[in-house]
């Protein structure tokens, strides 16, 4: 048997009654942080569904049928374009010889970047990142030749919550997609016909 002087029980006690509750406030806080950037990541989904444009202007008649021209149909600026044209009553179509219009992707880029470091060199500040080009003709003409454009958020880096880091980069990500496809929208919605090729 094993005798434990009282002191040194008394000692365990404290340190556990100290060590419990942090290491159950960071478990709780890694949970909540995880939690919550699944419930940014479905409202961001779910909003995704039925697209819709406030204040969506009119679109050039020769994209009431367009055919989307891009190397990669997986990202979520493609995803995202392709829903908001349909919500906008454009017919997206599968051959571009069926197309009044073609909106080509030449670019769909993302990622992210360190912004800053603490005083022991760990990552404190990271920047989403979404670049996109396009351009747009109708008949052999160009509407729109090619042009870019960048979307960019930031957020603080915590290391102890690296699930919830993942989940909040996804949902900065399909933010930054959506807020592209508006811009190249109202791009569309500014056109005033063909522009003329420089000799």
Do not use: W
């Not at 819709?52 to 989307?68: K, M, S």
């Not at 042009?147 to 290391?159: C, G, P």
């Amino acid at each position: 048997m094993i005798f434990v002087k009282p002191s040194r029980i008394k000692q365990v006690m404290v340190r556990n009654a100290v060590a419990i509750p942090i290491m159950m406030s960071a478990l709780h806080r890694q949970r909540f942080h995880v939690a919550l950037g699944f419930v940014l990541l479905s409202a961001v989904n779910l909003g995704g569904c039925g697209f819709h444009l406030e204040g969506a202007g009119t679109l050039p008649a020769a994209t009431t049928t367009t055919y989307l021209d891009a190397a990669n149909p997986h990202t979520e600026f493609y995803s995202s374009l392709r829903e908001a044209l349909t919500a906008r009553g454009t017919r997206v179509m599968e051959s571009r010889q069926d197309a009044g219009a073609v909106l080509s992707i030449l670019e769909d880029i993302s990622g992210q970047r360190m912004l800053s470091v603490s005083a022991r060199n760990i990552p404190r500040e990271y920047e989403v990142f979404y670049s996109i080009t396009f351009s747009l003709e109708s008949e052999g003409e160009k509407l729109i030749p090619a042009e870019s454009l960048v979307a960019t958020r930031s957020y603080t880096y915590d290391e102890t919550l690296v699930l919830g880091k993942s989940a909040e980069e996804a949902v900065l990500r399909q933010s930054l997609a959506q807020d592209l496809v508006r811009r190249v929208l109202r791009r569309i919605e500014a056109d005033r016909g063909p522009v003329a090729a420089v000799q």
